[in-house]
């Protein structure tokens, strides 16, 4: 009977525990609760030397907090093109465009269509709206530092162009012969 009641003191205050965590992080520095109300899969850990961020906004695919007088958002953008632009909404309602401002993050986004290396067609739509949010907001690409696979990018593109050349001509060919055994069969009508 004990253990029961233990337990049920343990469970309740485990519940008040996780809703006082779920109303700590929903709380902010202007008030602002998340746009959406679900919680963000993206984790922020900092070491107890630094002062602790303050949260301005945490939603489904970003996080922003600020560090003394600079912001800093950490995305991870909907791999569905109407999900980002939601996200890109939601980050230009921060109005952060004249602060101190980095995002980074996966923005499953691109800036042109030579960026995309396989995987779905991309859209205009969605290049244009990532774009449009990047430049209304001041915010500018970093300089990427790797090397580019584009030669052997370039040589695989080349490689399947002369597979499906060569499998259209296999076509034709297959269909040429069909005509021609068709019109023997059945003769000129």
Do not use: C
Not at 36 to 49: A, C, E, G, H, Q
Not at 57 to 79: E, G, M, N, P
Not at 132 to 145: C, G, I, P, V
Not at 146 to 161: A, D, H, M
């Amino acid at each position: 009977m004990m253990e029961q009641a233990e337990s049920e003191s343990w469970s309740e205050e485990s519940e008040k525990e996780e809703d006082a965590n779920k109303e700590l992080i929903l709380q902010t520095k202007h008030g602002r609760k998340p746009l959406d109300d679900s919680i963000s899969n993206i984790w922020l850990l900092w070491r107890n030397t630094f002062d602790a961020p303050v949260l301005l906004q945490s939603t489904r695919q970003h996080v922003t907090i600020q560090l003394a007088d600079k912001f800093v958002t950490i995305v991870h953008a909907s791999s569905l093109y109407l999900g980002r632009r939601i996200l890109w909404q939601e980050l230009g309602l921060l109005n952060l465009k004249d602060k101190t401002w980095l995002v980074m993050g996966d923005f499953n986004a691109h800036f042109s269509i030579d960026e995309r290396q396989g995987g779905r067609i991309l859209l205009a739509t969605a290049i244009e709206d990532f774009i449009s949010f990047a430049s209304s907001n001041d915010l500018m690409e970093a300089s990427s530092t790797g090397q580019p696979e584009n030669e052997q990018l370039i040589e695989q593109v080349y490689q399947q162009e002369a597979i499906v050349e060569e499998l259209l001509d296999q076509e034709e060919s297959i269909l040429q012969q069909k005509t021609k055994v068709k019109w023997e069969t059945q003769g000129e009508r």
